[in-house]
């Protein structure tokens, strides 16, 4: 136990702490910036079991702030190569890399067999999605956004409220990494945030970080939180978010991702058939959903192609 003796060494902690990460199985979602920082420290700190979720490959502009990876990775699929990278650092954690996007149609059976789940893939469609279902099977979850120099980092669902009980809504518009830009100290100050809530939900440490979030701005130099245990849960939870493999053949489907404004569409007929928007980041199609709902249509759902 040589490895982890500074951990073992803290009384919250223990041997038998220990044992409980060893035994942990812990879903992730992503392995770009927030993971090349959550995933070291978690496989460092000796959980059991990560499950990885990315469908992308490593290129150069990743390397400022993907610290996980190296040149030789580039090209390379993120998955494996994280995988790679993280039993080079301890054997003895067990990961599945999983070349995919986690979405609502594999998403579920991998949340039922995991401890918690944590979504670094900074993607709106997926954040929902994740605490959806993540909220519907008591299993705690922790989410991030980055961006420039400031973002977020909160722990949701199991005991707590789930994301959409704090933002009902996404912002209404949003800047990416891509075009806004991102500073990798940022990036990775967020996602160790989340491996220590992480590390403290699967040891039940107190205070829990379920039902906090906790906020950095670096462009100021403010670092605040704030808890919200009883915050309430939407009665009717808008959109649907699903999986383009559930698009079924009755369903309209709205291609948003090369139209530069939100389309106008006629919901008079027929008035039952299931408008599916469809965009990269799930922002664009959430926009046009709830406009529709706004005029009186509610069989809608997005689906995000970036997810």
């Not at 090209?75 to 990961?95: D, F, M, S, V």
């Not at 469609?125 to 008591?138: E, K, P, Q």
């Not at 990798?184 to 039940?204: C, E, H, R």
């Not at 530069?260 to 058939?273: E, F, K, M």
Request: charged letters at 15%; a neutral charge; one cysteine or more.
């Amino acid at each position: 136990m040589s490895r982890y003796a500074r951990q073992i060494c803290l009384p919250e902690i223990g041997a038998t702490g220990q044992d409980r990460l060893a035994a942990a199985k812990v879903l992730v979602a992503g392995a770009g910036g927030l993971g090349a920082t959550v995933l070291p420290l978690l496989a460092g700190a000796g959980i059991g079991c990560i499950t990885l979720y990315d469908g992308d490959h490593v290129e150069e502009h990743n390397l400022h702030r993907q610290t996980l990876f190296r040149m030789d990775d580039l090209g390379q699929p993120k998955a494996p190569a994280a995988t790679r990278h993280l039993r080079a650092l301890n054997g003895e954690c067990q990961i599945r890399p999983v070349v995919a996007r986690l979405d609502p149609a594999n998403a579920r059976a991998e949340i039922a067999g995991a401890d918690l789940v944590i979504d670094a893939a900074d993607n709106f469609a997926t954040s929902y999605a994740l605490s959806d279902l993540c909220r519907a099977m008591g299993k705690p979850f922790l989410s991030a956004s980055v961006l420039g120099r400031q973002g977020h980092a909160g722990g949701f669902c199991g005991s707590s409220p789930s994301l959409r009980a704090v933002f009902p809504d996404p912002p209404s518009h949003a800047a990416t990494c891509a075009t806004a830009g991102v500073m990798g100290p940022a990036v990775a100050t967020l996602g160790a945030i989340q491996a220590q809530m992480a590390l403290s939900v699967l040891l039940n440490l107190q205070p829990s970080p379920l039902g906090q979030i906790v906020t950095l701005d670096f462009t100021t130099w403010r670092f605040s939180q704030f808890r919200f245990e009883d915050a309430p849960e939407p009665e009717n939870p808008f959109p649907e978010i699903v999986a383009q493999c559930a698009i079924g053949p009755h369903d309209r489907v709205i291609d948003l991702r090369t139209a530069h404004t939100l389309p106008v569409v006629d919901i008079r007929h027929p008035p039952d058939q299931r408008i599916v928007f469809l965009c990269s980041s799930g922002l664009r199609a959430w926009r046009a959903a709830r406009q529709l709902a706004n005029d009186g249509y509610q069989h809608v759902a997005i689906c995000a192609d970036g997810m």
